[in-house]
């Protein structure tokens, strides 16, 4: 697609609960992100996938957070019995591979709230 | 370890006036440096970037000149406009694996008329 996609825009669960945020690249970018951006706090690294390559779950703040992504495409962020710190926004981006800097491209976030 | 620290928030200024937000870093090696922009209601945008010592990034009047002496990458805005109110992340990225971002806090920027 023209840019990163991510969906819901917005989500409200209930603590105990799961939920998964998708994150859909745009086409052809090898490498995918997921940030958090908690309230008052800058982008927090979460996890990392390259393509065919085993992730970089190092960001990931808990066992209750896991990803996958599927064909090396679409991404799935599942957070399990969700906690009220786990409310903030979570960003995708997506880049081409290689070692050109920058040329990353972010989702409009989704923003996740536990009440 | 990689890190990025930025002048807190908010700041606020009259339009017109003269923007300075300071950020330092600190990393191994020669990192590219970045700074990005969220407006409300949107996502991060690339503002401008910097690869290497002495490069000045320069996008919609901003500017940012990559001090490796000083490990700085401070963003000045000659004339803010009341548009430019967004938030603004320093960011740099290390030539390694991964290619990751690493973002400080954030500032936020309010520009009143």
């Known amino acids: 697609g023209a840019g990163v996609s991510q969906s819901p825009s917005n989500k409200v669960t209930e603590k105990g609960k799961d939920v998964e945020l998708r994150c859909d690249p745009i086409?052809?970018?090898?490498?995918l992100y997921w940030y958090r951006q908690s309230l008052g706090q800058g982008l927090e690294f979460l996890i990392y996938?390259?393509?065919?390559?085993?992730?970089?779950k190092s960001g990931l703040p808990s066992d209750r957070f896991s990803a996958e992504r599927t064909g090396g495409s679409v991404s799935t962020l599942t957070i399990q019995r969700t906690q009220q710190e786990d409310s903030a926004v979570y960003l995708c981006?997506?880049?081409?591979?290689?070692?050109?800097?920058?040329?990353?491209?972010f989702g409009s976030g989704t923003r996740l709230t536990v009440v | 370890g990689n890190s990025v620290t930025q002048m807190e928030g908010p700041v606020t200024l009259s339009e017109e006036a003269f923007l300075t937000i300071n950020c330092t870093y600190t990393?191994?090696?020669?990192?590219?440096l970045f700074w990005y922009v969220q407006y409300p209601g949107e996502g991060l945008q690339l503002l401008l970037k910097?690869?290497?010592?002495?490069d000045k990034g320069s996008n919609k009047g901003f500017e940012a000149t990559y001090r490796k002496e000083t490990t700085s990458f401070h963003l000045e805005k000659g004339s803010v406009q009341v548009s430019d109110s967004a938030v603004y992340f320093c960011?740099?990225?290390?030539?390694?694996?991964?290619?990751?971002?690493?973002f400080g806090g954030g500032t936020r920027l309010m520009v009143k008329p």
């Open positions: 996938f390259q393509g065919n390559s085993a992730p970089d």
């Open positions: 981006a997506s880049r081409q591979g290689g070692g050109r800097p920058g040329g990353y491209t």
């Open positions: 990393a191994t090696g020669y990192p590219s």
């Open positions: 960011a740099l990225m290390n030539n390694n694996a991964g290619n990751m971002l690493t």
């Open positions: 910097a690869t290497k010592a002495d």
């Open positions: 086409s052809g970018h090898t490498a």
